[in-house]
């Protein structure tokens, strides 16, 4: 398994924001598929495979720059309570 380092490089690599693109919502470098509808797809269930069919301009390594997007997230956005203690 590979680090957090790796997953965040990939992200870089991978996903853009500018203004003049889909209003600066995150999108995958060289087209205009956003971020927003990568995540969506896989929360609907859809594999990457559908994905890249639903969306030719994309590679697998977009697909998985949003995963690690929504990892990366995850971990510094939900607080979770500490662990009970067991005296």
């Not at 890249?52 to 994309?58: C, E, G, V």
């Not at 997007?69 to 939900?78: K, M, T």
């Amino acid at each position: 398994m590979s680090g957090p380092n790796n997953h965040l490089d990939r992200v870089e690599d991978r996903i853009v924001r500018d203004k003049q693109i889909c209003g600066g919502e995150p999108v995958f470098k060289g087209t205009r598929v956003t971020l927003r509808t990568v995540l969506a797809s896989l929360a609907d269930g859809d594999s990457a495979e559908e994905i890249l069919a639903d969306f030719p301009s994309l590679k697998a390594e977009d697909v998985q720059a949003a995963i690690a997007f929504a990892a990366a997230s995850a971990e510094e956005d939900l607080p979770f309570p500490a662990a009970p203690q067991i005296p």
